[in-house]
């Protein structure tokens, strides 16, 4: 089995670079690091300082690795080997050495050469542009379009077009064919503080009442008698969950509370919500967010087992350090139960899992040897 090549680089005070005069010094070390005869198609993902340098980036990784074909993003924060680059320069690449025509550059909902199109089920890494109109919904369509299985996130940052691609949709990355086999799973980082609710009545786009009472009433009584004292506490700490449609308790996307009435007993929800629809409340919590990684990781290493290529972690900008504290708590989990695996990933505002965007949220997704199956 060989692993895919993979390298990065920021500027930490403990290294791996610990001056900063320019994209150069990052991209020559990664280079030490990474064949110099590199095949397939590469995967590019830097943070926000580098972000109008990459350009220059590309045409100096294509010349000296043999690489022609790169596809990533720009975010606010990356990931690799073990180190995750939070408010410095950083860059980690990865090239998907694979059959000619086994993974192809991804835009919209179309492929360059339509890997995955002739047998459907294939994988994608994708990168969404939240700058671009329409862009939320375009994810879907993508994945109706290509009958891909979607993972990534949205590309943010201080550009108009975070996305490393040579086309400005507002969809783009790498589609990979059925023959590839991929295993993926999906961690929360919030978990709920009550029971399933129904919505029972709107009043315009407000949440008006949950189970026939007053929206906030059921807040106050989930929160818990502390927090229901003071409703401003919960801003950033409590959240809605919407159930993902035919699934169970456990797999939802988690909602920011924008706003309440108390007087009126209403409250604001980020997401398009009708009567009938269920949601329940969640709070961000790391030491669930902990076991859930755990659990994730254990069920993929179960799936997996130890033939594994390559590893691409898709996370929240709200976990990192924010949630778990210092020391790249997730990406040191993910080298503690899949050692030796090469990983890069970036941080996001929003997580794309299969046809659906959520938050608070961390996805890997590991490329196995040999072939067996498809992306689970």
Not at 130 to 158: F, M, N, R, S, W
Not at 287 to 313: F, T
Request: net charge negative; with cysteine.
């Amino acid at each position: 089995m060989n692993s895919f090549p993979f390298a990065h680089a920021g500027v930490l005070a403990e290294g791996p670079v610990t001056e900063w005069t320019g994209w150069q010094d990052l991209v020559v070390h990664c280079l030490a690091e990474f064949p110099a005869k590199a095949r397939g198609v590469g995967l590019l993902y830097v943070t926000d300082p580098l972000a109008g340098d990459v350009p220059a980036i590309l045409e100096f990784l294509k010349e000296r690795t043999g690489v022609a074909e790169w596809s990533g993003a720009v975010a606010p924060a990356i990931c690799a080997g073990g180190i995750e680059y939070f408010d410095t320069p950083a860059m980690a690449m990865m090239a998907f050495d694979l059959p000619e025509d086994a993974v192809t550059s991804f835009s919209g909902t179309q492929s360059q050469s339509g890997a995955g199109s002739q047998n459907g089920g294939a994988f994608a890494i994708v990168h969404a542009n939240p700058h671009a109109p329409g862009v939320i919904d375009a994810v879907p369509e993508a994945a109706q379009a290509t009958g891909a299985y979607l993972v990534g996130g949205l590309a943010t940052g201080d550009t108009q077009n975070p996305l490393i691609s040579d086309d400005e949709t507002g969809l783009a990355g790498l589609l990979f064919d059925p023959t590839v086999p991929v295993a993926t799973g999906l961690t929360q980082g919030c978990s709920p503080i009550g029971p399933m609710h129904e919505i029972t009545a709107m009043q315009d786009e407000l949440v008006a009442e949950l189970d026939g009472r007053p929206a906030v009433e059921i807040l106050q009584e989930d929160v818990g008698e502390l927090l229901a004292r003071d409703l401003r506490r919960v801003a950033g700490y409590v959240h809605a969950a919407i159930p993902v449609s035919g699934s169970d308790q456990a797999d939802y996307t988690v909602r920011n509370l924008m706003g309440m009435d108390v007087s009126q007993g209403l409250i604001a929800v980020a997401e398009a919500l009708e009567v009938g629809d269920r949601m329940m409340f969640v709070r961000r919590d790391a030491a669930s967010a902990v076991e859930d990684m755990q659990r994730m990781l254990d069920d993929l290493k179960r799936r997996a087992g130890d033939q594994i290529r390559g590893a691409v972690y898709h996370s929240c900008v709200a976990r990192g350090p924010h949630q778990f504290g210092p020391g790249s708590k997730e990406l040191t989990m993910i080298g503690e139960t899949f050692a030796d695996v090469p990983v890069i990933g970036f941080f996001g505002n929003g997580e794309i899992s299969n046809d659906r965007l959520y938050t608070y949220t961390g996805i890997l997704s590991l490329f196995l040897d040999p072939p067996e199956n498809g992306a689970e």
